[in-house]
Nanobody, 123 residues
């Protein structure tokens, strides 16, 4: 069972940046495609970004394309989400997740989930 722990959330102003981290508990981290999702109050969980196992490919939700960047360090069992140009509509709980399927956007393909970290963007 892979344990995922997110960190790096907080309260920021519009236009600021944050970097989220997600540390995995076990050494098979590099076998997983990793993703970030978010859930705003009263809304369904939505896809943000996903990255391939060797970090040579990534896809993003249209709403964050060009502002967010996903990366990973397999030596540290960690995936990151760099968020620039934050907007109030980015306010949500952000979750990292692990999948055995290549670059999928659907949450049902992700088998391990973290507990989430809150990101709040004030206007």
């Amino acid at each position: 069972q892979v344990q995922l722990v997110e960190s790096g959330g907080g309260l920021v102003q519009a236009g600021d940046s944050l970097r989220l981290s997600c540390a995995a508990s076990e050494g098979t981290f590099s076998n997983y495609y990793m993703g970030w999702f978010r859930q705003a109050p009263g809304k369904e969980r939505e896809f943000v970004a996903t990255i391939s196992r060797n970090a040579d490919n990534a896809i993003y939700a249209e709403s964050v394309q060009g502002r967010f960047a996903i990366s990973r360090d397999n030596a540290k069992n960690t995936v990151y989400l760099q968020m620039n140009g934050l907007k109030p509509e980015d306010t949500a709980v952000y979750y990292c997740a692990a999948s055995t399927n290549l670059l999928v956007r659907e949450s049902r393909y992700y088998v391990h989930w973290g507990q989430g970290t809150q990101v709040t963007v004030s206007s």
